[in-house]
């Protein structure tokens, strides 16, 4: 008997939700998509963990996580592969979902590894980007070039 299951039934929880916690299937290893406009980095690969930036805090995500969905702020994915490597993907935004049968989906505005990030690029992105904030006159341009700003801060410190 499983340990959501022991857990369910010590604090009284029966009927649907005793029936949800029997029926899920956990695996011991989750399928990973990473896709983004430019790129599809992973599809359906199988690994071990990918650690991941929300609005939410920063979490991992090992097999059986608990289904979730959140929205990602700009910074890197980390994946920890089956053989071992450890891949770093910047993302400027998107989604992460953690589905029932252990897969995982990254959606992501834009993606680029982060060993391809050139330092000084980065810095010239930011630099134009807070001129842009500085100089944006209404409410739609401003956020815009908040917005701007804080993939590019991001991107910087990805970078370095």
Avoid: W
């Avoid at 695996?27 to 359906?44: I, S």
């Avoid at 400027?92 to 680029?112: C, I, M, R």
């Avoid at 982060?114 to 401003?142: F, H, K, P, Y």
Wanted: charged share 20%.
């Amino acid at each position: 008997m499983s340990f959501a299951l022991r857990g369910a039934r010590l604090f009284g929880v029966s009927g649907p939700a005793t029936r949800m916690i029997q029926s899920r299937g956990y695996a011991d290893e989750m399928a990973f998509t990473l896709a983004a406009a430019n790129k599809v980095f992973y599809d359906g690969a199988n690994i071990r963990q990918v650690d991941v930036p929300s609005f939410s805090g920063a979490f991992g995500i090992l097999p059986k996580h608990v289904p979730t969905l959140a929205v990602l702020k700009p910074g890197v994915v980390t994946v920890y592969e089956n053989e071992g490597a450890v891949k770093k993907i910047f993302v400027s935004s998107g989604t992460v979902t953690v589905n029932e049968d252990a897969s995982v989906q990254v959606l992501a505005e834009e993606a680029h590894p982060v060993e391809d990030l050139d330092a000084s690029a980065c810095r010239e992105i930011l630099s134009n980007s807070q001129n842009q904030l500085s100089s944006a006159s209404g409410d739609a341009d401003r956020a815009e070039a908040a917005i701007a700003v804080e993939v590019a801060e991001a991107l910087v410190k990805a970078a370095e």
